[in-house]
């Protein structure tokens, strides 16, 4: 049985995303800062498929060292983790000349170095291995940036750039690298907004984007995959 880590993953797209790997059959591997929210999500996602392994662990995926630990605590429980989803991110509002000390570098640490940290940790296994993938949850800021949230944008650029890198240095290896970028999309990050989902993006559609990228055959590979609301960005 193959096995998939998800950050970020117990809401909005990366619950979806691991729900739909458990649906798939892989067993999953989670972590949360929360851990009544982590424990009430590993029992969600032993009933989607009995015969799934679920590995959760309390850690604070922008702490590189709880993030680590994680990371090999779960390679130590599942064994060969085949699919890594680097979904944990976060949205702070502000243009740059507005941004606190902090504000870049929580974002930074949430954003983008997770996903390279990962990376580091998993790439050359999988390399040796000549299998596995990486599925980098980038966004449209990456193409577009939001001149109201300029550090996040920054950050976003910084991931697609980390995501093409990526990509480049496993293909000989056959290890597959795949930038999803979504649009407006239906998270935590539009809580309080009054917003009609029917123009938006849900998490169920990345999930079903990144599912059936991961069920193409061994020669295939989707590079980057944008998905925008219909109507348009919000």
Known sequence: MKNVLITGSTKGMGRSIAIAFANEGLNVAICSRNEQ???????????????????????????????????????AELGF????????????QSSILDDTDETLNVQ????????????RFFGK?????????????????????V???????VTKYALLGLTRVMRL???????????????STLTDSWKGAEVDPNTMVLPEDIASAVINIYRMSTGANVDEIIIKPAPGQL
């Not at 929210?37 to 850690?59: P, R, S």
């Open 37 to 75: 929210e982590l424990l009430n999500f590993k029992d969600e996602l032993e009933q989607v498929d009995a015969g799934v392994k679920v590995f959760a662990m309390k850690a604070d995926g922008s702490n590189k060292a709880e993030l680590l630990k994680f990371a090999a605590a779960a390679e």
């Open 169 to 183: 240095e496993m293909q000989e290896h056959g290890v597959k690298v795949t930038a999803v970028i979504p649009g």
């Open 125 to 145: 296994k999988m390399a040796s291995a000549k299998k596995g993938r990486f599925f980098n949850i980038c966004s449209v800021a990456a193409f577009t940036p």
């Open 108 to 119: 930074l640490n949430t954003n983008l170095l997770p996903a390279y940290e990962l990376y």
């Open 147 to 153: 001149v109201q949230a300029g550090s996040y944008s």
């Open 81 to 92: 983790i085949d699919v890594v989803v680097n979904n944990l991110g976060t949205y702070i």
